[in-house]
């Protein structure tokens, strides 16, 4: 069946690194791909979207693109700060379905 | 602009107690979803509503479990006999419309305790 595998956490970086969280997918047909945020406390929000193939998804100086032939959908931010510490999930969207990853909790240093 | 929003927030409750949780979706929205997140363990969908109809229900949704969405507003998810295993985050999600190009509104969540 379907499913969502993503980078193992903790991932703890200094203020102003570069982030890339691995996220790849099993899907037959072509699911749309989403990466949601929860920071501390709050509920999950949806961060960036791509609904096709070779489609990016960007939002908030994050971007992530849709690759049908590695499967991938990586998040990417060239510049991270204290505030986007957060617990990241990957997931694909089918069928009225979201299948999540198990998360990746980053920690952001000052 | 209010989002979906969950009652109650915590829930602590002993073995074998039913529970009850309530979720009012964004006002406008057609669709209604349940999930249940583990600690460490991303959400997994249990069921989901449009409108007042339970189109699907998931397997991890055991006959100790039921929702209902009675006039296609707010729905509610029961948990009768609680047992240890049930203790996780209930999450409810919204959106107005099905298909894998709309994204879900989610709540905050309902953490339920078993002692």
């Known amino acids: 069946g379907d499913s969502v595998t993503q980078m193992e956490g903790p991932v703890t970086l200094s203020e102003e690194a570069f982030l890339t969280i691995n996220c790849t997918y099993t899907?037959?047909?072509?699911?749309?791909l989403f990466w949601y945020v929860q920071y501390p406390g709050e509920g999950l929000q949806l961060l960036l979207k791509?609904?096709?193939?070779?489609d990016k998804g960007s939002n908030k100086g994050f971007e992530a693109t849709y690759r049908k032939e590695t499967t991938s959908f990586h998040l990417e931010k060239g510049s991270v700060q204290v505030s986007d510490s957060a617990v990241y999930f990957c997931a694909l969207h089918r069928d009225d379905k979201i299948i999540f990853g198990k998360g990746t909790r980053l920690h952001i240093l000052p | 602009d209010t989002g979906v929003s969950q009652d109650p927030r915590h829930k602590i409750t002993k073995r074998g107690q039913n529970v009850t949780f309530r979720c009012d979706p964004i006002?406008?929205?057609?669709?209604l979803y349940w999930y249940r997140q583990t600690l460490g363990q991303g959400p997994e969908f249990l069921t989901y509503f449009q409108n007042e109809a339970q189109l699907e229900k998931s397997r991890l949704l055991s006959d100790r479990f039921s929702a209902e969405r009675p006039k296609g507003s707010f729905s509610t998810l029961e948990i009768q006999r609680t047992e240890q295993g049930d203790s996780a985050m209930y999450l409810c999600?919204?959106?107005?419309?099905?298909?894998?190009?709309?994204?879900?509104?989610f709540g905050d969540g309902t953490r339920l305790s078993i002692l």
């Open positions: 791509a609904t096709k193939a070779d």
């Open positions: 999600a919204s959106s107005p419309g099905g298909g894998s190009n709309q994204p879900q509104h």
């Open positions: 899907a037959t047909g072509y699911p749309s």
């Open positions: 006002s406008e929205h057609n669709r």
